[in-house]
């Protein structure tokens, strides 16, 4: 595996205080059975109105934020779902929906554009329990991922994202999903690919304070016969396989690993049948600054008709000499200067991983912070704050015995 180097690239601005996204919990009910969700399913899991605007409250004391992420559970069972839409976008952020997609009809969509949403994050992979799609691999499922990303697309101004989690033995189709979004790039604003992560039991035991816990009332705990150590670097030598160009611009490092990559970000500019080029990190940094700048908040998701201003972007050239020379690839061919050229995201996100000596190494600047108690706390692990009120710790089993 080639090993990617942290320094040639920008590293994102976001931290616990100022960041581009908080991740609001309005539920834990949800119609689906996800093999990889860190979060236990309640069936009475709805948060009330009051709750939600005291989480909010807490996000608007501790922490500056672009967007919302309205997750869960799905945030689609919430009976109150527009309600939540609309208070996040009267509070000046942006509204970002997490959901499968179930419950999502052509009239609820409606409701939520009139109520602010500003996008949408379907969660679609072959892992999950999905009807009618059972047995389904990543590249067949792109047929329901184009359903949701053309229902949007029909409505109009809403921006459109896909995830979906990583497993040893899909990793095989992620640069078919990447061809699928290029292709889609009209439509489809962002790829997301979320690296599976599993509660290691094999190597390490688990403490809170003196008290050795059992990881199995957890819902990830598990002892998986797949890998649970996949690599960001992985999944960009992977993709290289059919995109040699491709390359990322920015990063998350990891909280106890500076050159670990949790949140990975490639910008590509482009066609639905070419890719041009790349946007590197002097580009994102621009983008990032100035939006802080003008904004006084780090860029969340960019509204859709920004990501057909290609061309506009690449004026960064000025400072991005890999925008340079996408403007030159681009602009070899004359008749270009009539076609439009659009940008997408593709972001590789590499959850918490075990250190040789236990320690955890989270997201630096974590995006989906959200609260428990009235504090800010990591959404991939509280089930650990909801069942033991605290992180828990590791150890490597060879330094307890």
Known sequence: MVRLNHLDYYRLPWNLTDNSI???????????????????????????????????????KLRNSDGVSIAGGDPLTHPDV?????????????????????????????????????????HIDSKQGRPHWKNKNELELNELRLKYAQ???DVGGISCAFNSTVYEDTMQYIPGMVKWAREHIDIVHVMVFILYRAVNNKEYEYYLGPQKIDM???????????????KADEIVELIRTENPGFDPCAYLNGSQQPDSFKWLLTGRLGTK?????????????????????LYGRYLAYAKPKDTKKGKLMLLLGVFDKRLRKTFFKFYKNPLNIFKRLRYQSVMIIQPVDFLQDGRQNMCDGCPDITVWNGQLVWSCRMEEQLNFGHNINAY?????N
């Open 216 to 230: 199995g009332e957890l819902v990830y705990n598990e002892d998986p016969e797949t890998r649970a150590d996949i």
């Open 396 to 400: 490597p089993k060879d330094l307890v």
């Open 22 to 60: 908080s991740w609001l919990e309005p539920t834990a009910k949800c119609n689906l059975y996800c093999e990889g969700c860190y979060r236990s399913n309640e069936k009475d899991g709805h948060k009330t109105m009051a709750e939600i605007n005291a989480d909010l409250d807490v996000f608007q």
């Open 273 to 293: 049948k070419k890719i041009y080029g790349y946007m590197g990190k002097k580009g994102m940094e621009a983008i990032q600054m100035f939006n802080h700048l």
């Open 151 to 153: 229902m949007l697309a």
């Open 82 to 122: 527009i309600e939540i839409v609309r208070e996040v976008k009267r509070r000046g952020m942006k509204p970002i929906v997490n959901t499968n997609g179930l419950a999502l009809t052509k009239e609820l969509l409606i409701e939520l554009k009139k109520a602010g949403v500003f996008g949408f994050t379907f």
